[in-house]
């Protein structure tokens, strides 16, 4: 059963950067031929959609909150999707989680979040 894995969270001051990636595990799947969403949850907050891109590789969406400043791109040689996240915010800080599926609508498969922590 295939199963998706995050990487790249950590703490960081306001302003910076972070980039998230995202990985089908077993690695014989291929999370770039599926439709992936990012997602966040911060503490009592509902869960929120980032940004998707989609198996061509184009990104189709980004929650206002974050556009011009995430980037969603896939990685084909290395087979994961990421996320590159620039001038970060406390507003950024959440658990972040990755999702796949064969279509944007469905997204099936997710992983179990890396923490992303902003501080003033």
């Known amino acids: 059963q295939v199963q998706l894995v995050e990487s790249g969270g950590g703490s960081v001051q306001a302003g910076g950067s972070l980039r998230l990636s995202c990985a089908a595990s077993?690695?014989?799947?291929?999370?770039?031929?599926?439709?992936v969403g990012w997602f966040r949850q911060a503490p009592k907050k509902e869960r929120e959609r980032v940004a998707q891109i989609t198996p061509s590789g184009i990104a189709t969406y980004y929650a206002p909150s974050v556009k011009g400043r995430f980037t969603a791109s896939a990685d084909n040689a290395n087979d994961t999707v990421a996320l590159q996240m620039n001038s970060l915010t406390p507003e950024d800080t959440a658990m972040y989680y990755c999702a796949a599926g064969v279509n944007c609508e469905r997204l099936t498969v997710w992983g179990q979040g890396t923490q992303v922590t902003v501080s003033s």
């Open positions: 077993p690695s014989i799947y291929s999370v770039t031929r599926l439709c």
